[in-house]
């Protein structure tokens, strides 16, 4: 069965800092991986979607990159700013059609 | 396009009560879930379907029944309120394994 962990739970840093998410798997078939952001009382809005057979992809500020072979992923953020406070979940793409969630790691980037 | 819309907002039931929520997407996409977000947590996936007229279990579908008779509607049925069941729902749709776009969320209150 897919379980898939982020760590840590919840990260407090100061503006301007560089900063990694992480996410494991413990399935390495999978189809894709994809990071999403949260905001308190909001749906999830989606941030990157690598596919399996990528390593990284980036979007502005945010780099995932996806190693399957050790069932781990990261989000890099760069030069944090304090509207980036929110929950980033990561989550798995299985055979048959499910996405597989983490806990999510509740970021607070303080001014 | 509106995306994935979902009602109601929030809504408060009695114990034993049945209830509807509503999912609409105008994305023409194949793929529609129903997630349950309890609070500190990841989402779990409730039910899913493929396609008009296909519709699976997921991790947690016990008490919910589903239907999808349009590619658009995908309705949750909540047919014995139980206060296990207070949570956020979340409604989402995707074409295959692409990114999945979701709703705003229903807050739902069992009491």
């Known amino acids: 069965k897919q379980e898939v962990t982020q760590i840590p739970a919840a990260l407090s840093v100061p503006e301007g800092e560089n900063l990694v998410l992480n996410c494991s798997f413990t399935d390495s078939a999978i189809y894709n991986l994809q990071w999403f952001r949260q905001d308190p009382g909001k749906g999830l809005t989606s941030l990157l979607l690598i596919q399996s057979s990528q390593r990284e992809q980036t979007s502005g500020r945010l780099n995932a990159s996806l190693d399957k072979s050790s069932g781990r992923s990261t989000l890099y953020i760069a030069a944090s700013q304090p509207g980036d406070s929110a929950t980033y979940l990561c989550a798995v793409y299985n055979q048959g059609g499910k996405l597989i969630f983490g806990q999510g790691t509740e970021l607070s980037v303080k001014p | 396009n509106a995306g994935v819309t979902q009602t109601p907002k929030f809504r408060i039931l009695k114990i034993g009560q049945s209830m509807t929520l509503q999912c609409t997407q105008d994305m023409n996409h194949n793929y529609m879930y129903w997630y349950r977000q309890d609070p500190g947590m990841g989402l779990k996936l409730i039910y899913y379907s493929v396609g008009a007229g296909i519709t699976d279990k997921g991790e947690v579908p016990n008490g919910y029944n589903v239907s999808r008779s349009t590619t658009e509607d995908f309705p949750l049925r909540l047919e014995l309120a139980a206060p296990s069941q207070t949570s956020v729902y979340f409604c989402?749709?995707?074409?295959?394994?692409?990114?999945?776009?979701f709703g705003p969320g229903t807050r739902l209150l069992v009491l």
């Open positions: 989402a749709s995707t074409w295959g394994s692409e990114t999945q776009y």
